[in-house]
């Protein structure tokens, strides 16, 4: 849905077509594939060592709450077979010749000129619709705009002085600290609670293009 009506080649609405969850084809990475083997080989051996075998049932009062695990067996508990399909791999990888390899590409050279040229327009922003998957195209000017009258409803957000991260994660960790020496919460959920880096959220909106009449007082 051209909302911005800016004219489009072909190939831009080719590939605007395939959706904002199509992927191009990347260029091989062999560090990235080794940490895929990395965690496949992993869910194999954990597999192994449990043998299937089916965990302890959480007590009544454990909400589940934990840091995701780390646990790797040790090396001797690990089947040949498993360490040897590993070590195969590892050097399959290793072996590979990256400049020689030719991967099929979903896109072609126009197709990916075409995404060069969508990324590089700074006149316009591309999002998906709120609903029904679309791909809606608005003015960057309209989008902010849009933003900033959502930003002035005084009822929902207010303006700050400062980025309150800093203090919001110090205040989180005394009352973290403080259900655990009270025994209201295990160890396990504490470490879940606290973020040693914690992300800081950023503003965006989905367009409704079904409703939409123009840049108006009541949004898009």
Same mark, same amino acid.
């Given at each position: 849905?051209? %909302?911005? +009506?800016?004219?489009? @080649?072909?190939?831009? !609405?080719?590939?605007?077509?395939? *959706?904002?969850?199509?992927?191009?084809?990347?260029?091989?990475?062999?560090?990235?594939?080794?940490?895929?083997?990395?965690?496949?080989?992993?869910?194999?051996? =954990?597999?192994?060592?449990?043998?299937?075998? @089916?965990?302890?049932? +959480?007590?009544?009062?454990?909400?589940?709450?934990?840091?995701? #695990?780390?646990?790797?067996?040790?090396?001797?508990?690990?089947?040949?077979?498993?360490?040897?399909?590993?070590?195969? !791999?590892?050097?399959?990888?290793?072996?590979?010749?990256?400049?020689? &390899?030719?991967?099929?590409?979903?896109?072609?050279? !126009?197709?990916?000129?075409? /995404?060069?040229?969508?990324?590089?327009? +700074?006149?316009? $922003?591309?999002?998906?619709?709120?609903?029904?998957?679309?791909?809606? /195209?608005?003015?960057?000017?309209?989008?902010?705009?849009?933003? &900033?009258?959502? =930003?002035?409803?005084?009822?929902?957000?207010?303006?700050?002085?400062?980025?309150? @991260?800093?203090?919001?994660? @110090?205040? $989180?960790?005394?009352? !973290?600290?403080?259900? %655990? #020496?009270?025994?209201? /919460?295990?160890?396990?959920?504490?470490?879940?609670?606290?973020?040693?880096?914690?992300?800081?959220?950023?503003?965006?909106?989905?367009?409704?293009?079904?409703?939409?009449? *123009?840049?108006?007082? *009541?949004?898009?």
């Amino acid at each position: 849905m051209n %909302l911005a +009506q800016v004219p489009l @080649t072909k190939n831009q !609405v080719s590939v605007l077509g395939k *959706g904002l969850n199509f992927a191009p084809t990347p260029k091989l990475d062999k560090f990235k594939l080794l940490c895929e083997v990395s965690n496949f080989t992993r869910k194999i051996k =954990l597999k192994a060592f449990f043998n299937d075998e @089916t965990r302890a049932d +959480q007590s009544r009062d454990d909400t589940g709450l934990r840091n995701k #695990s780390t646990f790797l067996p040790p090396i001797h508990a690990i089947p040949v077979e498993v360490l040897a399909f590993e070590n195969a !791999v590892l050097k399959d990888i290793d072996d590979l010749n990256v400049e020689g &390899l030719k991967p099929f590409h979903n896109l072609s050279r !126009v197709e990916h000129e075409a /995404i060069k040229q969508l990324q590089s327009n +700074q006149d316009i $922003i591309i999002k998906p619709a709120d609903k029904g998957g679309a791909v809606v /195209i608005l003015k960057t000017e309209d989008y902010r705009n849009e933003c &900033l009258r959502l =930003l002035s409803d005084r009822k929902t957000y207010k303006i700050l002085d400062s980025d309150p @991260t800093s203090g919001l994660a @110090t205040l $989180i960790g005394h009352m !973290v600290e403080e259900a %655990l #020496s009270n025994g209201w /919460i295990s160890k396990n959920e504490s470490d879940f609670l606290i973020k040693v880096n914690p992300v800081i959220p950023y503003f965006t909106f989905l367009p409704k293009f079904h409703k939409y009449e *123009g840049p108006r007082q *009541g949004g898009l």
